[in-house]
């Protein structure tokens, strides 16, 4: 099933697999797009997928992040766009085989990373402190003019999403972005209508869709990606709102199926065309990234960031406190593999609505893939991890493998690394020597591969992230 073709709206997928939102470090500094990325995103397309969802790319002109991601938020990465789109879809199998959507979304209070600390970095529904993600010591309420003004940013950067020429768009309300935090009620405290109730939390992503809509027409593809369930409980994953008297338990949890399912309703109302559902709250979580810990690579990225507030210094200090042991106990105890981890979750979702719904997180089996597809649980899934381990996964598949030979680890660590390294895989244990691992890295972003990386043979450092090999 997974080879059959899907049609939404007026586009056809050629099959039933889409590259997940995959970016990192490879736009130039001010956000256009570069060659590197160009020949990052061509490398799924000659791999077979039906389509690329871009990497999240920033609405708006202060929040960069990560730094050197694409940007949207002028009319001079319209041109550069439209190019590098028209190329990567040239490296599909044949015309149309392979579609782009573009991905839009706004980190807020989530930025992860910035040239020097800016106000512009605290932005949230609330004031609300987070030990994990976001380098500021705390996030602040925006106002109303900062919300309309953000819904203006939305809106032309998916006019530009039109005007180069892609096949759809996407809004991201999950990951913990801005549009996730005025959705999550813990970190959405307001008592103006854009917070409080389930629907007012939904306030500020109707203005969106509404607006997103109007800027693209009527015709043109247009997806929202959700998280089912948020998950707020999770080990380490807490919010501390700055606010008493403490918000009710539930809030401690988040949103759940019955909510999600709601806002569901409320887009395919609003005319959204398809659902993309993944779940947990913040990138990357293990959740909506279900694998190992990434605690070398998380060390090597706090410690990066350390520099720009007194939380990212602290969280710094203590990661580098911790052995490695005692930090995969204390921080990593949420995660763990489970296959098409949120399969489950669009199932129910889909049975709600009538649009189609896309399911990310942990698809690398045929059979996985095929079985969700076929029980009815998802229309499409969204791969991430195991394309850039495999970008010939499809050719695996048709060639009879069920496992690709030499198989994604989801160790998670390309999640994150992505703010600091080029992208690639990064668990040693798949490659032959660091040498070689080293040589994937670089081919992904440049078409000048093989490099002078020499093979020496030997593995060093215990095959530990490159960064701590000393
Ligand atoms: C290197 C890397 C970068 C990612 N960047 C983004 C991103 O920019 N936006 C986004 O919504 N998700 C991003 N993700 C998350 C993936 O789209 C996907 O949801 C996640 O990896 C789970 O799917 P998988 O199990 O197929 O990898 C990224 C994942 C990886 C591995
Ligand atoms: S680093 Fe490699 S093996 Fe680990 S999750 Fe990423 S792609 Fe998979």
Redesign the pocket.
Known sequence: MLFEPFRIKGVTFANRILR?????RTAYYDGTVSPAWVHFERRFAKGGVAGL?????SVNEARQSPLE?PSLHDDRFIGPLRDAVREIKAGGRGKDECRYIV?I?DTGAHTHTSLRPQDADQMSASAFFDFQYGYPNSARAMSLDEIQSTVGDFARAAHRVVAAECDGIEV?A??G?LIHQFLNPLTNRRTDRYGGSVDNRFQLLDDIVRAVRKAVGADFLFGV?LSARDFNNSPLSLRFPLVWPPPPWRAWIGNDLAETTRYARKLEELGVDYLHI?SGFG??NPH????GFPDEAVVVTFNAYRFLSRKARMRAQIFNVFPAWARKKIFGGAWRFKPA?NADFAAAIRQAVSIPVIA?????DRDVIDGALKSGKCDL????????ANPDLLDQFNAGANTPANP?S?C?L??A??AIFP?GCYDQNRFETPERMMNQILAWCSPNAPFGVKDGGRIDGDGKHPALVQ
């Open positions: 997940s939102s995959m970016g990192g969802i871009s990497p999240t790319i991601y991905q979304g991201t999950s990951k972005y990606r993944d990138f990357p909506g990234s279900p694998g981890a990310n997180g942990g698809f690398q899934v969204a791969i991430a991890r195991p394309l850039l994604c989801f998670s390309c999640c690394s992505t992208l």
